[in-house]
Nanobody, 125 residues
Framework: QVRLVESGGGSVQAGGSLRISCVVG?????????MAWFRQQPGKERERVAA????????YYAASVKGRFTISLDIYRNTLYLEMNSLQADDTAKYFC?????????????????WGQGTQVTVSS
């Protein structure tokens, strides 16, 4: 069983920044996988925020976060990051790290095999 462990969430004022992390268990190479950050607000569907296929460099950002959020991978630490800047109240959600095979349909959260437990991000206006 592959473990994904998120950390770094918290509370921040609107306009502030946070970086959340996802440590990927040793049995999975994040570099050879499709890695993504999703978020979910109460009563809403899980939303893909950013995704990356590190081996070929493909990256996706939701329109709502493009230019503000950056997804990155530390290959040596096997750790995925999401740098979030200019945070807004609408960014308040629980953020989840997900991993899937390299060829997975990365837009469909159901296709990701492994998930972390989530980390809460709260932005106050």
């Amino acid at each position: 069983q592959v473990r994904l462990v998120e950390s770094g969430g918290g509370s921040v004022q609107a306009g502030g920044s946070l970086r959340i992390s996802c440590v990927v268990g040793d049995s999975l190479s994040a570099y050879d996988s499709t890695m993504a950050w999703f978020r979910q607000q109460p009563g809403k569907e899980r939303e893909r925020v950013a995704a990356q296929r590190p081996r070929n460099g493909a990256t996706y950002y939701a329109a709502s976060v493009k230019g503000r959020f950056t997804i990155s991978l530390d290959i040596y630490r096997n750790t995925l990051y999401l740098e979030m800047n200019s945070l807004q109240a609408d960014d308040t959600a629980k953020y989840f790290c997900a991993a899937g095979s390299s060829g997975v349909d990365w837009s469909d959260h159901l296709k990701y095999q492994y998930w972390g437990q989530g980390t809460q991000v709260t932005v106050s206006s």
